[in-house]
């Protein structure tokens, strides 16, 4: 059952670039807002500065959903966890409606771990995103590491 999944996220994944293409303007606006977001915070995790106020949300195997504060108090202590050696996002869908966005996604990380060791993972992500004072910011996230799903 897994190798069909992962055989269908690989179509999916594949697929990705000619749906990017035929995206509108707030669509391509709410992905560069997503991609440019990941670019900043990937290593210093300070992915709280994208954030509203009251954003909540949750990646890998949490038990409840982390706050931005949350998330601000927990960036000093991100970068001496490991290091992120690559990733790639992979982009599949994004719904606009208004001042509110949903961007459906794929984001494959190699970084090391605490000690060291190389570890690979592969993520679904959806991300709520809200206009914010002319820019798009993190309303809510879920991410799901394929591996524990």
């Known amino acids: 059952m897994r190798t069909i999944f992962y055989a269908a996220a690989a179509v999916a994944l594949g697929c990705s670039p000619a749906k990017a293409q035929?995206?509108?303007a707030q669509q391509t606006e709410v992905w560069t807002a997503v991609s440019d977001s990941w670019?900043?915070?990937i290593d210093n995790g300070a992915w709280h500065v994208d954030m509203v106020a009251n954003a909540y949300g949750w990646s890998g195997n949490a038990v409840v959903p982390n706050s931005s504060s949350d998330i601000q108090r927990s960036s000093s202590i991100f970068g001496a966890e490991g290091e992120v050696l690559h990733y790639r996002l992979s982009p599949l869908q994004i719904s606009v409606?208004?001042?509110t966005a949903v961007a459906h996604y794929f984001a494959e990380v190699t970084e090391t771990d605490h000690q060291g060791e190389r570890e690979n993972s592969t993520e679904r992500c959806s991300d709520?995103?809200?206009k914010h004072e002319g820019r798009w910011k993190f309303l809510?996230?879920?991410c799901a590491d394929l591996r524990s799903d």
Do not use: A, F, I, S
């Open 22 to 24: 035929q995206w509108d």
């Open 39 to 41: 670019k900043r915070n």
């Open 97 to 99: 409606h208004g001042e």
């Open 128 to 130: 709520t995103l809200v």
């Open 140 to 142: 809510g996230w879920g």
